[in-house]
Antibody
Framework: QVQLVQSGAEVKKPGASVRVSCKTS????????LHWLRQAPGQRIEWMGW????????KYSQKFQGRVTITRDTSASTAYLELSSLTSEDTALYYC?????????WGQGTLVTVSS | EIVLTQSPGILSLSPGERATLSCRAS???????LAWYQQKPGQAPRLLIY???TRASGIPDRFSGSGSGTDFALTISRLEPEDFAVYHC?????????FGGGTKVEIK
């Protein structure tokens, strides 16, 4: 069965960077795109960017351009999100999601807390 | 950026009743690329509908989607106890991909 398993919760100080992983299984990794999204408390879901698992091409939301990097390791069937220059407004639940037509499988979410 | 506005914010209904949720886009959604998700507390969203009206795998037929252009709807024909949750619409036709603010369907 398809699974996306994300790394554990993180607590970071303002100005730091965070890296979240998304390990996939149950399907051919290179055949799908993987997206990263986040959901802050009481806010709507926000799309951050995506990576073509096959080619490694990426596209980012302009809101996060310059602060976000999405990579993948095809040998480990894993995608990564790195977000830099963190502020308290980056405190949120971060999700990876597989994209076919709509986001059909999601990771369980990784809570990132930014606090001094 | 396409802004999606969902209404109502909260819908209070009883099991067995019909629920109609609205999603309005600030500009036309290209290619009918509109999806709906269900989210329960502590869980990731679950894909219900894509392409405006196509049910995702395993989704019961009491869920249906409709609409075009800028006005879309999700209808739950008869609410089951497990349907009380938050519902999000999402457009994926024009980057950046955007979501609505959600409609909470709660037990009356």
């Amino acid at each position: 069965q398809v699974q996306l398993v994300q790394s554990g919760a993180e607590v970071k100080k303002p100005g730091a960077s965070v890296r979240v992983s998304c390990k996939t299984s149950g399907y051919t990794f290179s055949n799908y795109a993987l997206h990263w999204l986040r959901q802050a408390p009481g806010q709507r879901i926000e799309w951050m960017g995506w990576i073509s698992a096959g080619s490694g091409n990426t596209k980012y939301s302009q809101k996060f351009q310059g602060r976000v990097t999405i990579t993948r390791d095809t040998s480990a069937s894993t995608a990564y999100l790195e977000l830099s220059s963190l502020t308290s407004e980056d405190t949120a639940l971060y999700y990876c999601a597989r994209n076919l037509i709509g986001f059909d499988y999601w990771g369980q979410g990784t809570l990132v807390t930014v606090s001094s | 950026e396409i802004v999606l506005t969902q209404s109502p914010g909260i819908l209070s209904l009883s099991p067995g009743e019909r629920a109609t949720l609205s999603c309005r886009a600030s500009q036309s959604v290209s290619g009918s690329y509109l999806a709906w998700y269900q989210q329960k507390p502590g869980q990731a969203p679950r894909l219900l509908i894509y392409g405006v009206s196509t049910r995702a795998s395993g989704i019961p037929d009491r869920f249906s989607g409709s609409g075009s252009g800028t006005d879309f709807a999700l209808t739950i024909s008869r609410l089951e106890p497990e349907d009380f949750a938050v519902y999000h619409c999402q457009q994926y036709g024009s980057p950046p991909l955007t979501f609505g603010g959600g409609t909470k369907v709660e037990i009356k």
